[in-house]
């Protein structure tokens, strides 16, 4: 089982990014997805959440309009769509996978699978 981020860097304020995650080892369309987010210091935090089908969507507050998540399950990948990014979204950004749909989305330990992640960087 392997997930792969990739995508993270430096931006400006106001800038965006897309991260990817693709996957391997598992069949993603029985899984569903997240991403998290942790910054130096601080626990790692939910950003968004997808279903195995893409008919649920879920965000954290903070990114709430200007992030959008989304998957091809026929080719193994997840994204993370990121605008008007701002300083506070600086964070190493991790994709996760969880087999069963009765976890929280939002809560870590929910998810069975995770990538290595990719650093963020919003900086002027």
């Known amino acids: 089982v392997q997930l792969q981020a990739s995508g993270g860097g430096l931006v400006q304020p106001g800038g965006s990014l897309r991260l990817s995650c693709a996957t391997s080892g598992f069949t993603l369309d029985e899984y569903d997805v997240g991403w998290f987010r942790q910054a130096p210091g601080k626990e790692r935090d939910f950003v968004a959440y997808?279903?195995?089908?893409?008919?649920?969507?879920y965000y954290a507050d903070s990114v709430k309009g200007r992030f959008t998540i989304s998957r091809d399950n026929a080719e193994n990948t997840m994204f993370l769509q990121m605008n008007s990014l701002k300083p506070e979204d600086t964070a190493v950004y991790y994709c996760a996978a969880a087999i069963s749909d009765y976890g929280s989305y939002d809560k870590a330990p929910s998810y069975d699978y995770w990538g290595q992640g990719t650093l963020v960087t919003v900086s002027s």
């Open positions: 997808i279903s195995r089908r893409g008919g649920l969507r």
